[in-house]
């Protein structure tokens, strides 16, 4: 079945460490998306890419960093100088048409906690 | 600046209780309308888009409908398995992004 993989579902960092999730997709779909989601507030953009070897920055990319080397992969890495990393982290991916009027389509998230 | 904003924040039905959810935008130049479902500790899973107003699409229980400012997601005869939160949202800026709503909690009781 097509989808999108987000892995790990868990991740713990520690105090300057570096971490990176991982967004693996088989719809074949030009552009990707990270968004961040925290409690009771709508999702937040932090990088998107329409396509390979070319990305953005969101509303909130500060503390994080991205690659697009493969069509069908986005990983988002979260730095040391990201302060509140706890969050849930959700990819997506749609059809880029030129317009943006295509719907995203998410995997199932990272939740990334602080030790 | 683009904003998406959903109400009520929370909603509890009873089962068979109909209600709507709405979701008002002022993004300029609307280039479609999106609702998903999400439920706890998954991603949103998307339901419909609406192009323009007056536009109607339906899926079981649910119906989402179009005006110029705002959209409603009409659910009938609710049942628990419906509860979840519910999300809108709008392309927005250079139509590369999407501007969520903060979603609408629904319950239903049994």
């Known amino acids: 079945d097509g989808g999108i993989t987000q892995s790990p579902k868990y991740l713990f960092r520690k105090e300057g460490q570096n971490v990176t999730l991982s967004c693996e997709q088989n719809?074949?779909?030009?552009?990707m998306y990270w968004y961040r989601q925290d409690p009771g507030q709508g999702l937040r953009l932090i990088y998107y890419s329409q396509i390979v070897n070319d990305f953005q920055k969101g509303d909130i990319a500060e503390g994080y960093s991205v690659s697009r080397e493969k069509k069908e992969s986005f990983p988002l890495t979260v730095t040391s100088a990201q302060k509140n990393p706890t969050a849930f982290y959700l990819c997506?991916?749609?059809?880029?048409?030129?317009?943006?009027?295509?719907?995203?389509?998410f995997g199932d998230g990272t939740r990334l906690s602080i030790l | 600046e683009d904003q998406v904003t959903q109400s009520p924040e929370a909603l509890r039905l009873q089962e068979g209780e109909s209600s709507s959810l709405n979701c008002s935008y002022t993004?300029?130049?609307?280039?479609?309308l999106f609702w998903y479902r999400q439920d706890p500790g998954k991603g949103p899973e998307f339901l419909f888009t609406?192009?323009?107003a007056g536009e109607e699409k339906e899926k079981e229980r649910l119906k989402a409908t179009l005006t110029k400012k705002e959209s409603f997601l009409h659910i009938t005869a609710p049942k628990p398995e419906d509860s979840a939160t519910y999300l809108c949202?709008?392309?927005?800026?250079?139509?590369?992004?999407?501007?969520f709503g903060s979603g609408t909690q629904l319950t239903v009781l049994p």
């Open positions: 609406l192009y323009s």
């Open positions: 949202a709008a392309p927005s800026g250079s139509a590369r992004q999407l501007t």
């Open positions: 719809l074949n779909h030009d552009a």
């Open positions: 997506a991916s749609s059809i880029h048409t030129g317009r943006g009027n295509q719907p995203q389509h």
């Open positions: 993004v300029s130049g609307l280039r479609g």
